[in-house]
């Protein structure tokens, strides 16, 4: 993982374009990102680094308050509407699954400046290279033009909500997607490795109408 954080950001800013994660689904052009000299994604999150960091009670209290209601709606059904009500009370944290940039772009620069300098003992340590990294150089580059796109734009159900794409009932894709997502980051580490294990041609097409992640595929590739 610490090197396809390295190798994403050297190649963005050496050469530049779009970075998607293999666990995308594009649902609409990308022409609008390009608008941007560099971007990233938000998405909303309960463990920001900073909060892992704290020893404040409250804080801690706080942030388990809201694991365990992302909890109870992952488990429930339809849980993904209900977080939709209350997501505001999360933290809007960058990821790295989804980000662009013009070669050159100060965002990666500073990204890549920043991974040289960090010790060789945090480089292993879960998220240091990646999102908790990024995070903390957005102040700075956002004065420098970085656009940090809101959730709905690549991450339409936030991580563990995202278990919902797999869940069977209703699909309701066009509920799932927001008028503004362009792409559909589905959280292939999130909780969803023993669905990915059973998903083929004949899986999609069986489940389209059933399963929001089948729904999802058979409307960007209905060939299938």
């Known amino acids: ?8 950001a050297a190649i963005l800013y050496q050469q530049g374009g779009i970075y998607l994660d293999l666990d995308t689904i594009t649902v609409a052009s990308l022409r609008p990102l390009l608008a941007a000299a560099q971007f990233v994604g938000s998405e909303y999150i309960v463990w920001p680094q900073w909060v892992r960091g704290s020893r404040s009670p409250v804080v801690w209290a706080r942030h388990l308050a809201l ?11 339809g849980g993904w509407r209900w977080f939709r009500a209350v997501e505001g009370w999360y933290f809007k944290g960058v990821n790295n699954a989804v980000m662009g940039a013009a070669p050159g772009a100060p965002l990666f620069a500073a990204y890549l400046r920043a991974m040289a300098l960090m010790p060789a003992a945090h480089r292993t340590q879960a998220y240091a290279l990646g999102p908790d990294l ?3 150089l957005t102040g700075q580059a956002a004065a420098e033009g970085l656009v940090i796109h809101e959730p709905a734009v690549f991450y339409p159900l936030a991580p563990e909500i995202s278990a919902h794409w797999f ?11 927001r008028p503004q997502t362009l792409v559909v980051h589905w959280y292939a580490s999130v909780r969803s490795k023993p669905h990915v294990a059973r998903i083929d041609p004949g899986y999609i097409r069986a489940h389209r109408h059933n399963q929001l992640y089948s729904a999802l595929v058979y409307r960007a590739l209905p060939q299938l």
Do not use: I, N
């Open 134 to 136: 990024l995070q903390g």
């Open 1 to 8: 993982m610490q090197r396809a954080d390295v190798l994403r």
């Open 67 to 77: 694991d365990v209601l992302r909890k109870g709606l992952r488990l429930l059904p």
């Open 167 to 177: 869940r069977f009932g209703r699909p309701a894709l066009s509920q799932a997607l």
